[in-house]
Protein backbone atom coordinates (compact mmCIF):
# COMPACT_ATOMS: atom_id res chain seq x y z
CA UNK A 1 0.00 0.00 0.00
CA UNK A 2 2.96 2.33 -1.25
CA UNK A 3 1.53 6.05 -0.95
CA UNK A 4 -1.57 5.44 0.73
CA UNK A 5 -1.15 7.37 4.54
CA UNK A 6 -0.77 5.37 7.58
CA UNK A 7 -4.40 6.79 8.69
CA UNK A 8 -5.87 5.56 5.41
CA UNK A 9 -4.05 1.82 6.07
CA UNK A 10 -5.07 1.39 9.59
CA UNK A 11 -8.47 1.76 8.28
CA UNK A 12 -8.73 -1.00 5.57
CA UNK A 13 -6.95 -3.14 7.97
CA UNK A 14 -9.47 -2.44 10.55
CA UNK A 15 -12.12 -3.33 7.75
CA UNK A 16 -10.49 -6.10 6.50
CA UNK A 17 -9.83 -7.83 10.05
CA UNK A 18 -13.45 -7.15 10.68
CA UNK A 19 -14.17 -8.89 7.42
CA UNK A 20 -12.28 -12.15 8.45
CA UNK A 21 -13.93 -12.07 12.08
CA UNK A 22 -11.17 -10.73 13.72
CA UNK A 23 -12.58 -6.99 14.89
CA UNK A 24 -12.23 -7.80 18.29
CA UNK A 25 -8.64 -9.21 18.14
CA UNK A 26 -7.08 -5.81 16.58
CA UNK A 27 -4.62 -5.18 19.24
CA UNK A 28 -3.24 -8.56 19.57
CA UNK A 29 0.55 -10.01 18.58
CA UNK A 30 0.86 -13.01 16.38
CA UNK A 31 1.57 -15.07 19.45
CA UNK A 32 -1.56 -14.29 21.36
CA UNK A 33 -3.93 -15.75 17.90
CA UNK A 34 -4.21 -19.43 17.65
CA UNK A 35 -3.41 -21.07 14.12
CA UNK A 36 -6.56 -20.59 12.62
CA UNK A 37 -6.85 -16.40 13.42
CA UNK A 38 -3.51 -16.30 11.99
CA UNK A 39 -4.68 -17.74 8.92
CA UNK A 40 -7.91 -15.30 8.94
CA UNK A 41 -4.82 -12.33 9.67
CA UNK A 42 -3.11 -13.55 6.20
CA UNK A 43 -6.66 -13.34 4.30
CA UNK A 44 -7.22 -10.00 5.88
CA UNK A 45 -3.60 -8.81 4.49
CA UNK A 46 -4.51 -9.89 1.32
CA UNK A 47 -7.74 -8.45 1.35
CA UNK A 48 -6.36 -4.91 2.22
CA UNK A 49 -5.03 -4.90 -1.55
CA UNK A 50 -8.66 -5.02 -2.88
CA UNK A 51 -7.98 -7.78 -5.37
CA UNK A 52 -9.96 -9.55 -8.21
CA UNK A 53 -8.27 -12.78 -7.42
CA UNK A 54 -7.36 -14.46 -4.59
CA UNK A 55 -5.08 -17.53 -4.25
CA UNK A 56 -4.98 -20.14 -1.57
CA UNK A 57 -3.11 -23.39 -1.55
CA UNK A 58 -4.29 -25.65 1.16
CA UNK A 59 -5.32 -22.68 3.68
CA UNK A 60 -7.27 -25.30 5.81
CA UNK A 61 -4.37 -27.81 5.97
CA UNK A 62 -2.70 -27.04 9.48
CA UNK A 63 -5.82 -26.60 11.08
CA UNK A 64 -8.68 -28.38 13.36
CA UNK A 65 -12.34 -28.74 11.69
CA UNK A 66 -13.92 -26.10 13.48
CA UNK A 67 -11.15 -23.49 12.12
CA UNK A 68 -11.25 -25.17 9.04
CA UNK A 69 -14.91 -24.71 8.44
CA UNK A 70 -14.87 -21.16 9.22
CA UNK A 71 -11.88 -20.12 6.92
CA UNK A 72 -14.08 -21.85 4.44
CA UNK A 73 -17.34 -19.26 5.31
CA UNK A 74 -14.95 -16.59 4.80
CA UNK A 75 -14.16 -17.54 1.30
CA UNK A 76 -17.72 -18.47 -0.09
CA UNK A 77 -18.65 -14.77 1.90
CA UNK A 78 -16.09 -13.15 0.22
CA UNK A 79 -17.16 -14.42 -3.27
CA UNK A 80 -21.12 -14.50 -2.46
CA UNK A 81 -20.87 -10.82 -1.10
CA UNK A 82 -18.19 -9.44 -2.60
CA UNK A 83 -18.11 -11.08 -6.16
CA UNK A 84 -14.11 -11.70 -4.74
CA UNK A 85 -12.83 -15.14 -7.63
CA UNK A 86 -11.11 -17.06 -5.31
CA UNK A 87 -8.80 -20.44 -6.55
CA UNK A 88 -8.37 -22.56 -3.88
CA UNK A 89 -6.45 -25.92 -3.89
CA UNK A 90 -7.34 -28.40 -1.69
CA UNK A 91 -7.13 -32.26 -1.01
CA UNK A 92 -9.70 -32.20 1.66
CA UNK A 93 -13.52 -33.41 -0.52
CA UNK A 94 -15.49 -32.09 1.92
CA UNK A 95 -14.66 -28.49 1.43
CA UNK A 96 -14.30 -29.04 -1.89
CA UNK A 97 -17.90 -30.26 -2.01
CA UNK A 98 -18.79 -26.51 -0.73
CA UNK A 99 -17.61 -24.92 -3.55
CA UNK A 100 -19.96 -23.55 -6.30
CA UNK A 101 -17.72 -24.43 -8.57
CA UNK A 102 -15.31 -27.84 -8.70
CA UNK A 103 -12.20 -28.30 -11.06
CA UNK A 104 -11.11 -31.93 -10.70
CA UNK A 105 -7.48 -32.43 -11.27
CA UNK A 106 -5.38 -35.06 -10.96
CA UNK A 107 -1.39 -35.38 -12.42
CA UNK A 108 -1.81 -31.75 -13.97
CA UNK A 109 -4.54 -33.16 -15.92
CA UNK A 110 -8.08 -31.76 -15.86
CA UNK A 111 -10.37 -34.76 -14.83
CA UNK A 112 -13.57 -32.76 -14.98
CA UNK A 113 -15.23 -29.46 -14.15
CA UNK A 114 -18.48 -29.60 -11.97
CA UNK A 115 -21.19 -26.40 -11.17
CA UNK A 116 -23.50 -25.88 -8.26
CA UNK A 117 -27.11 -25.85 -9.60
CA UNK A 118 -27.92 -22.61 -8.01
CA UNK A 119 -31.88 -23.46 -8.49
CA UNK A 120 -31.67 -26.38 -6.57
CA UNK A 121 -29.46 -26.41 -3.36
CA UNK A 122 -26.83 -29.49 -3.03
CA UNK A 123 -27.59 -30.14 -7.01
CA UNK A 124 -24.68 -30.50 -9.06
CA UNK A 125 -24.43 -30.76 -13.18
CA UNK A 126 -21.11 -31.71 -14.92
CA UNK A 127 -19.61 -28.85 -17.14
CA UNK A 128 -17.47 -30.78 -19.45
CA UNK A 129 -14.88 -34.11 -18.49
CA UNK A 130 -12.04 -35.30 -20.77
CA UNK A 131 -12.64 -38.40 -19.47
CA UNK A 132 -14.77 -40.69 -16.90
CA UNK A 133 -11.99 -41.06 -14.28
CA UNK A 134 -12.03 -42.68 -10.98
CA UNK A 135 -9.24 -43.30 -8.58
CA UNK A 136 -9.10 -47.20 -6.90
CA UNK A 137 -11.47 -45.36 -4.27
CA UNK A 138 -14.09 -45.06 -6.35
CA UNK A 139 -13.74 -40.95 -5.68
CA UNK A 140 -12.97 -38.27 -8.31
Not at 17 to 24: F, K, R, S, W
Not at 25 to 32: D, K
Amino acid sequence: LRGVSLKRRCTLSEKALQAVGLGDRLTHGPAELSGGQRQRVAIARTLVGDPLLFLADEPTGNLDGQSANDIMQIFLNLNTNQHLTVLMVTHDPSLAARCPRRILMRMGELLTTILMNPDRSGEEREACASEDYQTESGDY
